[in-house]
């Protein structure tokens, strides 16, 4: 109507922005189309220095239309890859990158990479794509800022997770010009959730036991040896205390039976104790394990990013560490520095991860845990009882069990905290095992895509009832969810 009645068509705004530049952000292709019809420029620049074709080609909707067409023909498109980091059209990246090889480390007029603003805007998938392809994390721009500067100054707590877990600790201390670091940053825009992020990371870098405890799982031994000499230890004090002390009655044959039946477990557990903190819990193949003879046919290892899984849009798939596409299930644990099939948790007290092709050893580990201190617990209070009409008159009866037995109440105290811990533990492992969902996606529901149903609710697409679920983790060690299809986080047309 406006351009019927004589109006400009490359009239622009206070920016510089014409209609054609807004088009394009849209990806209206029906008003793009009228406006070029009516003699819009294609060549036009904003008061940033971006031309129209340029923002039209960040639009995926417009990837087969005239101006995508005339950005091939003309101009450089390393003004698309910093207009898209920008706009967050993380598809349109992957494409003219893979098919064009255009420049994604190209710094604009002020020294910033389309990672610098990808971080500022906090679109985490447009990062792990510019990461996975191995853009600079530690790259400062005329001011001094990294891309994590930019993260910690825009408060997205998303994008500084994805640049921590990819990057080393040194860039947590980088200064910019000012002096100042990504925590303090962050803390001066008043972003305390990022901050306290930064600085609890921080802190869990420096205070280790040493860098060379973190270079992998291997070398990472957290807390096994301390949960290793609590079994034993545990064990010898129950043999000493309960069963071979001299001031106790003598032990009768059931109270026998019940007594070495512990044993037996917990020396079972440690054999469990073994196998789930030494076994793989699922690591997935990088292509550094492969060598050079990548196997094409496995999609894990093919990083041309020509994915299914990638095309329609699941960039959290996208592992920049390990620069593989992972399943959906699966997790990088920042810990092991491996992405894990159906990861479900790290746990410290087995330095290891728990996965897809160790959780039932863990699960029955620490089923024998609750079934040795619900049994050592019970062998030693009627070790007690028994021994109380040998126990003087005078005083309280709880005075007197210590006094008399004090290592036998030193070992029953520390059985009931490991018999809670051990229960409580084995109860939530049950109940998400019953309803196939790990202890990551319980906790991080919220973010995953594809744990909301159509509504944007909760869905678990994964849960096939409790006795599947349970019938085939127990006859399997896990669940078997190849065949689900998980709806795509964005379609995407190439």
């Given amino acids: ?21 807004w088009a394009a952000v849209q990806g209206s292709v029906a008003v793009a189309d009228v406006l070029m019809q009516n003699g819009a420029r294609v060549e036009a620049a904003d008061g940033n220095g971006y031309r129209t ?16 067409y005339y950005v091939n023909a003309h101009g450089s498109l390393a003004q698309a890859v910093h207009v898209a980091a920008q706009y967050g059209q993380t598809a ?85 010009n000012a002096g100042f670091t990504p925590i303090q940053l962050a803390s001066d825009k008043g972003h305390r959730h990022v901050a306290l992020f930064l600085s609890k990371v921080q802190r869990a870098q420096t205070y280790c036991w040493g860098d060379k405890f973190l270079s992998g799982k291997k070398a990472d031994i957290g807390y096994a040896p301390i949960l290793l000499a609590i079994i034993i230890l545990h064990t010898v004090l129950f043999l000493n205390s309960v069963l071979a002390a001299p001031n106790l009655p003598k032990v009768t044959a059931v109270v026998g039976l019940w007594a070495w039946t512990a044993i037996s477990i917990a020396i079972g557990s440690l054999v469990m104790f073994y196998r789930c903190s030494s076994r793989d819990p699922g690591y997935i193949k990088r292509p550094v394990d492969s060598g050079s003879n990548i196997n094409t046919e496995d999609p894990l290892l093919n990083i041309d990013l020509n994915s299914s899984s990638v095309w329609v849009g699941n960039w959290s798939q996208l592992c920049p560490t390990c620069k593989i596409i ?33 959780k039932r050893d863990f699960f029955i580990f620490i089923c024998m845990g609750t079934l040795t201190s619900f049994l050592g617990a019970a062998v030693a209070v009627q070790r007690i009882w028994t021994a109380v009409p040998a126990l003087p008159a005078e005083g309280s009866w709880i005075h007197q069990v210590i006094v008399q037995y004090p290592a036998i109440v030193t070992f029953l105290v520390g059985d009931v905290v490991i018999l809670i811990a051990a229960t409580t533990l084995t109860t939530v492992q049950a109940y ?11 906790a991080n ?7 909301r149903g159509p509504d944007g609710r909760f869905r678990n697409p994964y849960n096939h009832g409790c006795r599947k679920n349970c019938t085939d983790f127990l006859i399997q060690g896990y669940t078997d969810d190849n065949e689900i299809a998980w709806p795509p986080l964005q379609h995407v047309t190439s």
């Fill in 445 to 451: 529901a919220i973010r995953y895509g594809y744990l």
């Fill in 92 to 176: 349109f990246l992957n494409h003219i990158v893979a098919k064009y090889r255009a420049d994604f480390e190209a710094p604009d007029n002020e020294g910033r990479s389309p990672l610098h603003w990808a971080a500022y805007k906090g679109f985490a998938d447009t990062i792990r794509l510019l990461l996975f392809r191995d853009a600079c994390q530690g790259r400062q721009d005329k001011e001094g800022c990294t891309p994590l500067h930019w993260a910690a100054i825009g408060g997205n707590l998303e994008a500084c997770t994805v640049l921590v877990h990819a990057g080393t600790k040194q860039e947590l201390m980088v200064k910019d």
């Fill in 326 to 358: 992972r399943p959906v299930r699966s997790r990088h644990c920042p810990t092991c520095k491996r992405c894990v099939e159906q990861f479900d948790h790290h746990c410290p007290w087995i330095s290891n991860c728990v996965g897809k092709r160790n």
């Fill in 432 to 442: 998400q095992i019953a309803r196939n969902i790990t202890t990551n996606e319980s």
């Fill in 53 to 68: 074709d340029k923002v039209c080609a960040c639009n995926v909707q417009l990837m087969n239309s005239q101006l995508v």
């Fill in 1 to 21: 109507m406006l351009l019927k009645h004589g109006g400009d068509v490359n009239a622009a705004d206070g920016r510089l922005q014409t209609a054609l530049h």
